[in-house]
């Protein structure tokens, strides 16, 4: 063990490396992991950190190898071969590993609590067995990777292996072929992740990271061929261009990490654009859904909202009430109302910028022309008199007696409501009035009416006490008083259904093509049908009410019940408040009129404009029993509902892989740096000065940024317009805006900005070139080694 | 080129660690060949690197004609070429740009530089090689590149570290004549050699030992 360890530490560089690699990775993998547990959100992608770290991890593997070389080469003199050899070879890099994984699940661990604490408000929960499965899983891949590495070291002969002198690592056909492989990858996620309708696949999830590492490769490649082609150009512009053409031309220790930095810029702008994405789209819901500044729950019915506004909000420029029937699995029938004559004043500009914006300006139109008669009542007095009825028959029996019952005067006036509660009511006065010209009054208590309650309909009947009676009975109802409120001064008319059940009687001769009801300066005349009631019709259930639509073909007005009424259809839109993309949004008071109670399912909320003053709000609250949301609350409920914490994964996916990025283009140049001094030195021997050689340098790293900033754009570009629309970045509802993914100027600059910063520091550092560190001197030195 | 009087060193003595020269005084007249033998690690290369301005002794002088070697930087004088026994190829260059290379740092134009750099390799029969990466040549191969360009930028001070070492009989009297006609031309060659064949061909022979000059 004391010389393995011994052989590890006279190898450190590389071993470090590996080491920080799989603790990136690992560590990376268990936040994002851990982070989507938390969050209820998919992990999946995770998936490009862990492509990236199978690419960055086979150079550190042949590395490795090359570095013990004559240790494999006098091992296999010695006789060790097959299964020995490759545990010679891997117990080095297995301790690296296991260091590397055990250090990653603890920066997991403690990366977990700062993310689900920082974002999801939620204390982090212990590592679950994905995570370190996960863990596991990628630090046998890393062993297999770092083998496959070495694997060409093995292959070599052994007169090369015992040779003191270095041979340099090829590009090899199965290189070449892979790198094809990267970009025929790239092109098939990009056409999947746009046909694909389901969930996507591996290849979509890798997409990014696989755009990335085929641009980066094509960045190599034309960085060789610009290079070469442009040497005899260079020739003409002095030795610092012409050093810096061939060394990108053939130096691996900056180009080869490339690849790694373009993909892990792509990976971070497709990040980037999707954070920026989904919280547009989060902002933009959330105003689409919730109507205005702050909202709050108030019960369960639409008319007992809207009395309460009308009751603390007289003057109607603060509080709003809406209701929404969602009905996400019936579309045709999703429906909202507002009171429309509130909307400009409370709602104001809170719509303005958005989607919804040409919709909100036109909710004004909404306005009906009836609304329900509404009352606070605590009686219900009627007066009616008789205008006709049947005069009394004289009967006579079979032993010749004669009898003439009295006829049948009692006349039964009912009016029904809506209480606030959003229960249904009525309550009837009974009248008798037994012959023309009979007047009575009577007046009943009415329960459930003290806080407010919309009239719905009346109902005139004849009393019969259950006896058959089919003669003429017109009665003239003088009075109708509910709490204060005249019904009478409401027109009224016979609804068709009552018609058509005394027209289905058998036992009577009905005609309904008569005139039943009489509106009359004196009162309400009613020739009340045969053994039912005739229920009466405010006037206006048969205007049309006016909708907003989107995106309904054959829009329905249904009232609060779910009733249908007549449509007029004012004006079409792509988004509507409260609704979305799809529904129907009418005014509450006109849905109200003659509607039963407001269905269940329907989201009643009371909306408080900009500026309402704290103690409405919070008469409001007590009223209501709930609590005001502000916009931010509906927004972070709607981002929480919808996944939108998957975009804060991704972002941790980009930031691991940008941590692998910067420690390849590391790892890079620290393998080369010995390498680059010496290459100095030489030609200080040759007499070209330290100076020629920065402007090399500086000439170098000047086109591998320019390139590296193209291609981090270029693939940026490319990723987030064939990619982000098919990753799972966001559960959209029903009916919501759609998530607009299109590229963004910045999302694509900044990663591509600090990719080029990377390569300018990192490269900066490699080719600062000091007079003690290549000093000619330095060859007589290596040699003396 | 008009001859000078030679390379001369002085009491050099340098340690670094250990006393690698101990008090050596020479010369190196120029128009002749000097060989320089003796075991390894007996101070020949820290001597041609003294001698060469590449080290800084730590007591006492090399002077040509009546200059200081030693520039202060560790940059051998421009009247100076070299041929490294680490040969000192750049890998990112082929052999014949690893040849003109030294002619263009010299001022030479690129063109003139390239066709002095083919003729050099031809002389050492090695100019089908010159579109090669040095990584791509044979250890003989490098060497010769090395010798190559070692000559071909005709220097005032040619100093060669076991310039023979991996070459056949053949590419070893190219090389010595080479040599030969450098000192014809009037430059100072010194040749660190532990060849016997080469010491024999040179004109003047200095053997160290343990950093101190036998004779």
Request: proline share 5%.
């Amino acid at each position: 063990m004391s010389r393995v360890l011994r052989g590890a530490w006279s190898r450190r560089g590389a071993l470090t490396t590996l080491v920080l690699m799989t603790l990136v990775v690992v560590g990376g993998a268990v936040v994002v992991l851990q982070f989507a547990r938390a969050a209820g959100t998919s992990a999946t992608l995770a998936a490009p950190l862990l492509l990236l770290g199978a690419v960055a991890v086979p150079s550190i593997g042949a590395e490795l190898a090359v570095a013990r070389r004559e240790e494999i080469g006098l091992a296999r003199l010695r006789g060790i071969h097959g299964l020995r050899l490759w545990r010679f070879l891997l117990v080095e890099p297995l301790l690296a590993i296991l260091l590397g994984t055990v250090a990653g699940l603890a920066i997991g661990a403690g990366g977990t609590v700062l993310a689900t604490g920082g974002w999801l408000d939620d204390a982090a929960a212990p590592l679950g067995h994905t995570a370190l499965l996960t863990a596991a899983s990628t630090a046998g891949a890393g062993l297999v990777i770092v083998a496959l590495g070495a694997a060409a070291a093995l292959r070599e002969p052994l007169a090369v292996q015992v040779s003191t002198r270095r041979r340099p690592r090829r590009a090899t056909t199965l290189t070449i072929f892979l790198s094809l492989l990267v970009i025929v990858g790239a092109g098939v996620a990009a056409y999947r992740s746009r046909s694909a309708a389901d969930e996507p696949d591996l290849l979509v999830l890798l997409g990014p990271a696989l755009v990335g590492l085929a641009l980066g490769q094509v960045a190599i490649w034309l960085i060789r061929i610009f290079a070469r082609g442009f040497t005899p150009v260079t020739e003409k512009r002095g030795l610092g261009p012409f050093l810096a053409t061939r060394r990108l031309a053939r130096a691996d220790d900056l180009v080869t990490p490339v690849r790694l930095v373009v993909a892990a810029a792509v990976v971070g702008s497709l990040a980037l654009t999707g954070a920026v994405s989904v919280d547009r789209w989060t902002d933009a819901q959330s105003r689409v859904e919730s109507g205005g500044p702050r909202i709050i729950d108030a019960g369960d019915g639409a008319f007992g909202a809207q009395q309460l506004t009308e009751r603390l909000d007289p003057d109607g420029t603060h509080l709003l009430a809406t209701a929404l029937v969602r009905n996400e699995e019936r579309l045709g029938e999703r429906r909202a109302y507002v009171d429309a004559t509130r909307w400009d004043a409370v709602v104001g500009d809170f719509y303005d910028g958005t989607a919804a914006q040409a919709a909100s300006n036109a909710v004004p139109r909404l306005v009906g022309a009836a609304a329900p008669p509404v009352v606070s009542a605590t009686r219900f007095t009627v007066t009616a008199s008789t205008l006709r009825i049947a005069p009394p028959q004289t009967y006579t029996a079979p032993d010749g007696t004669t009898f003439t019952p009295e006829p049948l005067g009692s006349v039964d006036v009912q009016v029904d409501y809506v209480a606030a509660d959003n229960r249904s009511a009525s309550t009837a006065v009974t009248l008798d009035v037994p012959s023309v010209g009979a007047r009575a009054t009577g007046s009943v208590r009415v329960r459930d009416c003290a806080d407010g309650c919309a009239v719905t309909g009346m109902r005139v009947g004849r009393n019969t006490e259950s006896v058959f009676e089919n003669s003429e009975f017109v009665v003239l109802v003088e009075a109708a008083d509910l709490g204060g409120l005249d019904l009478l001064d409401q027109t009224w008319s016979p609804d068709p259904s009552s018609l058509e059940t005394a027209a289905n009687d058998r036992f009577t001769r009905f005609d309904p093509s008569g005139t039943f009801v009489v509106n009359r300066p004196d009162g309400l005349q009613v020739d009340l049908l045969p053994n039912t009631a005739l229920a009466l019709l405010l006037e206006g259930l048969d205007e049309p009410v006016p909708v907003l639509v989107a995106d309904v073909e054959d829009p329905l007005a249904l009232d609060l019940s779910g009733d249908d009424r007549v449509v007029q259809v004012v004006g079409e839109a792509t988004t509507l408040p409260l609704l979305g993309s799809v529904g129907v949004l009418s005014d509450l008071r006109t849905a109200a009129l003659g509607s039963g109670p407001t269905v269940p399912s329907t989201e009643v909320r009371i909306v408080a404009g900009e500026g309402t003053p704290q103690s409405l709000l919070d008469q409001v609250e007590q009223a209501t029993g709930s609590t005001w949301r502000p916009l931010a609350a509906v927004r972070t409920s709607l981002d929480q509902a919808n996944g939108g914490a998957q975009a804060r994964a991704y972002a941790l996916t980009a930031l691991a892989c940008a941590l692998v990025a910067l420690l390849a283009l590391g790892a890079g140049v620290a393998r080369h740096l010995r390498d680059y001094r010496r290459d100095v030195a030489s030609l200080r021997v040759l007499g070209i000065g330290l100076g020629t050689a920065r402007q090399a340098g500086r000439a170098e790293l000047l086109t591998l940024t320019v390139l590296v900033a193209g291609a981090a754009i270029a693939g940026g570009w490319l990723a987030v317009t064939l990619l982000l629309g098919g990753l799972p970045l966001l559960s959209l509802p029903v009916a919501s805006l759609p998530l607009d993914t299109s590229p963004r100027a910045w999302p694509l600059l900044v990663p591509a900005a600090l990719a080029a910063v990377a390569v300018v520091v990192v490269g900066g550092r490699a080719r600062a070139v000091r007079t003690w560190t290549t000093r000619p001197a330095l060859l007589r030195e290596e040699e003396g080694r | 080129m008009t001859p000078g009087t030679g390379l001369t060193m002085s009491d050099i003595t340098f340690v670094a660690g250990r006393t690698l020269l101990d008090d050596v005084s020479v010369t190196f007249p120029a128009g002749k060949v000097t060989a320089v033998s003796g075991p390894s690690g007996s101070g020949k290369t820290t001597l041609l690197s003294i001698a060469g301005g590449l080290l800084e002794p730590t007591s006492g002088t090399a002077l040509l004609d009546g200059q200081d070697m030693w520039t202060g930087s560790g940059d051998p004088r421009p009247e100076v070429a070299f041929i490294l026994q680490v040969y000192g190829l750049v890998p990112i260059l082929s052999a014949r740009e690893n040849v003109s290379i030294a002619l263009r740092a010299r001022g030479v134009r690129p063109a003139d530089a390239d066709e002095e750099a083919e003729a050099a390799l031809a002389r050492f029969s090695i100019a089908d090689l010159g579109e090669r990466q040095v990584e791509e040549l044979s250890g003989g191969q490098m060497q010769r590149v090395a010798c190559a360009r070692g000559f071909v930028v005709g220097a005032e001070v040619l100093l060669a570290d076991e310039p023979t070492s991996e070459l056949d009989e053949g590419n070893r009297a190219v090389v010595l004549g080479e040599l030969r006609a450098e000192a014809a031309r009037g430059a100072v060659v010194v040749v660190a050699t532990h060849d016997p064949a080469v010491v024999d061909a040179c004109d003047l022979h200095i053997a160290l030992d343990e950093g101190r000059v036998l004779r």
